[in-house]
């Protein structure tokens, strides 16, 4: 995968690092003769993936507590699983679950694949346990969403009889005596909900345990070195006590894969987020500035983020036109930070030369974004900064451009975004689907472009077949298919691209020099049919010359 995109016989690996690249005579001739050798037997090596955007610590901490029914198949699944835990749980304590289905957006399974298609309520959750509060939870960003609660956990809350079937935008389900049945709708997702009842609700219930983080990142990058990937960029939502986990972790000698980090500068999206005095913003954006790390292997620190808009779902991206949210009603989306802020961050970072994340969604927050990203420009040499435009889920040609000349990167999650095609469709107009994630235009326009997974751990390889394909489950049929990807491209959006975007020199490639990460995998996504690239699989993880999954044998 470097510039040549040419494909190689033989690698040799000394100190961690790639000693030599090329024809298997040449490169054996090049170490000592003594040195061991591996026949991959016809096998696929690859750079060490890279996620550009894969929330890793946040879907950790998130997850680990829970009982896992993703893949529950029924009422009974369910109650068994929660007993089992309920068996090893001190009574008062909160006993919660994941969703049903496939996080994030679960459009290729969720609830309604269960048996009785419905979520269990109060009466069959009793039955796991009357000693605990139980909730199954829902997760962002599908609104409008269903949780479920045990009895016990009903009282805690205070919901009763006396309740009202709806507050706000939350609906209490209700039994014909007028006691609540435990299943709750509409705006009830762990954040980005904006509705206060169900702030009120999920401030209530410790959701987040601090004390499993550390830990919990642990299994998590194991999980991603299984899927191939060696670096991240953990760049959206990060705040000083997250980023201080993965620097222990660092100090500890305990991370798995290369981290580079970004600092959130806002603060929205949980139940408890409230904006930032002014003051306390623009100390945060110096504070980052004086924690800049551009050299340590492991954990490198550039930069502030902010977020000026949210997802389509519960109604929050910011678009040209009005569109239908997720009630009926019409809306122009959500501003999540002010002007003002925004335009603080940009200079600060610009003065201190630090990177910038602009995460931007909608064509009318892309706007927003090159107006005042332009008008800076007058003042600073932007270009140089490397700065980067995140998610980006709809860009239009002119606005292409406009980032071009900004000197800007992006960074896409394709099936994230692609997941939900038809809920732009139906909410948007089949209009907008042609500036859905453009790679095409992107690309032909002289963006570097970096893909990412954006919540947990996924197969890298089932996004750079849809970069391809343009084709997904639950999708809408009549995507823009002109703006499919060549495989190269693709890979290259997870590998040398990845590394650019970060500005992270020695991975990305396996060109002599640059760190020993690579993968093995059992199959050449440049030569398979190309609906079977997303079925590739890992079989080894190499990080710095050492086995982190599998083995070369």
């Known amino acids: 995968m470097d510039a040549t995109l040419g494909s190689v016989e033989a690698l040799a ?92 957006y679960f459009v290729e399974r969720s609830w309604k694949d269960l048996t009785e298609g419905r979520l269990p309520d109060r009466h069959v959750l009793d039955r796991a346990t009357h000693d605990h509060p139980v909730m199954i939870q829902a997760w ?23 309740t009202p079937d709806r507050v706000g935008h939350v609906w ?64 959206h939502m990060m705040d000083p006590p997250l980023i201080d986990a993965y620097r222990q972790l660092r100090r500890e000698n305990a991370l798995s894969l290369r981290v580079l980090l970004s600092q959130e500068a806002e603060s929205y999206g949980m139940p408890w987020s409230r904006p930032r005095e002014m003051p306390d913003f623009i100390r945060r954006c110096e504070q980052a500035a004086e924690s800049i790390e551009l050299f340590d292997d492991f954990c490198r620190f550039n930069g502030m983020t902010i977020l000026r808009d949210g997802s389509c779902w519960p109604g929050m991206i910011r678009m040209k036109a009005p569109y239908r949210g997720p009630y009926g009603n019409f809306t122009a989306g959500q501003e999540f930070i002010t002007p003002q802020k925004a335009e603080t961050a940009m200079r600060i970072c610009a003065c201190c030369r630090m990177r910038l994340n602009t995460i931007a969604l909608g064509t009318q927050a892309q706007e927003d974004n090159l107006a005042q990203l332009e008008k800076l420009a007058t003042e600073f040499d932007i270009p140089a900064l490397g700065w980067t435009l995140v ?46 994630v453009p790679l095409r235009r992107l690309m032909d326009n002289g963006l570097t472009v970096a893909g990412g997974s954006d919540w947990g751990p996924k197969s890298a390889f089932k996004q750079i077949e849809l970069a391809v394909t343009r084709a997904y489950a639950g999708a809408a049929s009549d995507i823009d298919t002109t703006q499919a990807v060549t495989r190269e491209e693709a890979l290259a959006m997870w590998t040398r691209d990845a590394a650019q975007v970060m500005r992270w020199r ?18 050449d996504p440049l030569t398979c049919a190309a609906t079977d690239i997303g079925e590739t699989q890992v079989e080894a993880t190499i990080l710095g010359g050492r086995a982190i999954h599998g083995a070369l044998n």
């Open 506 to 523: 020695d991975i990305g490639t396996l060109a002599a020099g640059q760190q020993a990460d690579f993968i093995v995998l059992d199959r």
């Open 140 to 162: 962002a960003p599908v609104m409008p969403n269903v949780i479920a609660f045990n009895s016990l956990a009903l009282r805690m809350l205070g919901i009763d009889s006396t």
């Open 391 to 436: 998610h980006g889920f709809f860009v239009e040609e002119q606005q292409a451009r406009r980032y071009v000349r900004l000197g800007m990167d992006v960074t896409t999650s394709m099936s994230f975004v692609w997941g939900k095609t038809q809920l732009f469709k139906d909410r948007m107009g089949t209009e907008v689907l042609g500036d859905l």
């Open 172 to 235: 209490i389900e209700k039994d014909r005596a007028g006691e609540p049945t435990g299943i709750l709708k509409g705006s009830v997702t762990n954040y980005y909900s904006d509705d206060a009842f169900n702030q009120s609700l999920w401030k209530n219930i410790p959701f987040l345990q601090f004390d499993r983080m550390k830990p919990a990142v642990r299994r998590a990058m194991a999980a991603y070195n299984r899927q191939g990937v060696t670096a991240i960029y953990e760049n």
């Open 13 to 104: 690996i000394r100190n961690g690092r790639i000693h030599a690249a090329g024809r298997l005579r040449d490169v054996a001739q090049s170490v000592p003769r003594e040195t061991p050798a591996y026949d991959l037997r016809g096998r696929t090596v690859l750079p060490g993936l890279i996620d550009t955007h894969p929330h890793l610590l946040h879907y950790a901490t998130l997850e680990d507590p829970l009982v896992a029914i993703w893949d529950a198949c029924c009422h009974n699944d369910i109650v068994e699983r929660i007993r089992a835990r309920a068996a090893q749980t001190e009574a008062g304590q909160w006993i919660m679950t994941t969703p049903v289905g496939e996080p994030h």
